[in-house]
């Protein structure tokens, strides 16, 4: 059994890009850390930049009540703020990297921390990772609406990014129908196809491109070509922005220097339906989802993972167990250690029984 582990003041913060459930998750962790355990709890401001640059604010029992359905974070947060790996622009236009984690461990100290929850993808747990490693009390809790995170079967976000998406499709069907058009919805998803994978099938996409499944551009043709046949004068495609052809490279929207995930992904959705119109002649028609897929109200399942991670992270410093991510497997909530949880993107297996489900309903992966 771990002993027992005293702790006054923590501090929280918000790492990479948004999702919401964000401040359901920051409430989870305070509320009972204030009610049940008097602790003072200091919030870090945009992520790991707050610890660099120690901007901080006092979250009192007022400032996290009242926040469990709203979007985004109140804390701020910053993709572009690795402690280990600090963007700076020289006058030249060119970027330097700098190492300014030990002014993170003096601020940590500084400020009186007993432990700090660090919420965040996988930018943000690796970055926490290395501070477990040099000696800070760090718990992680896991959101990204990508899913891609190993140590976790669902990450908080992702539900809600999939019904912002298939709401999205839904749209676009009714319009596809009327106008006996070929649409394209690209998604966000980074690396990973899960959002387009679920929204595809939750919205009935005819055909779902994946980065995990390259596809064949004949076949894509003859999906649309058959469904022709079939009486159907229109189609829905869903692809996901990291995915690729057979033989091809993620089409890339931007590369930012400054930022420690310098590949922007995007593109793709224009490049597949020009694909189409030209192969078939069918009007084809092009809808970046984007960061709507981010933005808005957390969903009832979100706001519930996100407040059972928060809870379980406090439970984890409670106990003393630093070094731990909250997770869920299966239904249960549970933990792992950080150094398990990064670095390893949880990607679709090809021969998932969601891809297969997908295929026996007759949905086009791309690739047959
Ligand atoms: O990781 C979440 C995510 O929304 C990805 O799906 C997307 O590729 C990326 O962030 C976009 O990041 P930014 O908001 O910095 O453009």
Known sequence: MATQHSLHKVGILTGGGDCPGL???????????????????????????????????????????????????ILGTSNKADPFRWPEEKKEGETIFRDLSSLALKNYHELGLDCLFCIGGDGTLTAARKFHELGLNIIGIPKTIDNDLSGTDL????????????????????????????????????????IALHAGLAGGGDIILIPEIPYDPACITAKIRERGRRGKRYSIIVVAEGAKAKGGEMTVDKVIESSPDPIRLGGIGRQVAELIETSTGIETRVTVLGHLLRGGTPTPFDRILATRFGVKALELAVKGHFGQMACLHGQEISSVPLSEAVNRLRLVPPDSALVKTAREVGTSMGDE
């Not at 930049?49 to 009192?60: C, E, F, S, Y």
């Not at 676009?172 to 919805?185: G, K």
């Open 23 to 73: 401040n359901a998750a920051i409430r989870a962790v305070a509320k009972p850390a204030i009610l049940d355990y008097g602790m003072e709890i200091i919030g870090i401001k945009d992520g790991f930049a707050g610890l660099v640059q120690n901007k901080t604010v006092r979250l009192d029992y007022e400032d996290v009540s009242g926040i469990l359905t709203r979007g985004g974070t």
């Open 155 to 194: 990450s908080f976000g992702f539900d809600t990014a999939v019904l912002n998406a298939t709401e999205a499709i839904d749209k676009i069907h009714t319009t596809a129908e009327s106008h006996h058009r070929v649409m394209v919805v690209e998604t966000m998803g980074r690396y990973a196809g899960w």
